[in-house]
């Protein structure tokens, strides 16, 4: 198993808003953020960090990241192989790529990546190798206002890892990619991960994510209600073992799926298709037993509202999508025992 490289302990982040009174009109209040949280970061690894909008994703990145500061909790990290030491300034070690950078202008892409890098003192020679790296070093003499929203996208992580990070945080990074970018991107974040670094990637978008992420972290209202590889938490939430078949023809569904472990089943005249959450082998082979034509056959990932749903035990109509209100508590972490 790959090794823990930054530690959060309860770490919280609650953004002030106005509460004037009659002799304090200045005053202010603790509203939403991160309330609670803990999460280790491993080397190598990429961590799927999901939640609706207004979860908490972006203020937990920007204070992973040291730009919102820590106000309680503790943060640990042994980048250096000496230990577990307190972690006082983690801009030197994070590089943050944020939701959106506008990149625009006349200014070269070696021009604005040399700006960039004179304030961390990154040699000429370096800021070459790392537009190699994300696939620019044919454009670095093209100007911004030229630049596709892909490669748009790929400067913005070169100038996060100016500072050589060990942890790369990535906001959104797939909004506005075409599926070839996205599939560009994925390739370059796969790259960075086997060169050790551990990478952070925040999305609503599941599907972006699947077979990039090692871990998966599931934030909802500010709180982070599990995290782990991503077998551990689909069986920890009961979201395991669920199975998509579909078919041509007609097909007698029950004669090889009982129906307590069919989850959804659609037929029509030409095609059938069946969800079912048992064990695949049996399943499979009782369907060839009936004859049953079979066009595919493949696992069932959860999405974002199934993960939700599991994690917190409400119900669809009860997961909001829409941006949460700044009045929002924090929600209650579920608790999950070890021999759950």
Partial sequence: MAEALLSFRSVQHRHALPAPSLFRPWGKRAGPGIVGLSLDLYEGSVLGLIGPNGAGKTTLLRMMAGVLPVQKGTV?????????RPVEDLRRWVGHMPEQVRWQGRTTVFEALSQLGEMRGTSEKKIQRLLALVGLRSRRDDALDNLSQGMRQRLSIAAALLG????????EPFNGLDPVAAEAFTALVRTLAAKGVSVV?????????????????LL?????????????????????????????????????????????????????????KANPESVLSAAMKAKANITSWAPMRPNLVEWLCAATG???????????????????????????
């Fill in 164 to 171: 050589s990070p060990k942890v790369l945080l990535l906001d």
């Fill in 314 to 340: 409400m119900s669809v109509d009860d997961i909001s999508l829409e941006v949460a209100s700044s009045a929002m508590l924090p929600m209650r972490t579920l608790e999950v025992g070890e021999d759950e």
């Fill in 201 to 217: 990637i925040s999305s609503h978008m599941v599907a972006h994510l699947e077979g990039l992420i090692d871990r998966i972290g």
């Fill in 220 to 276: 909802h209202r500010g709180q982070l209600l599990d995290e782990g590889p991503l077998e551990d938490v689909e069986r920890r939430l009961g979201l395991e073992g669920r199975y998509t078949m579909t078919g041509k023809g007609t097909a007698d569904i029950t004669s090889f799926a009982p129906a307590g472990d069919i989850l959804a089943h659609h037929e029509d005249e030409d095609n059938w298709s069946l969800t079912v």
């Fill in 76 to 84: 640990e990290a042994q980048f250096d192989g000496e230990g577990w």
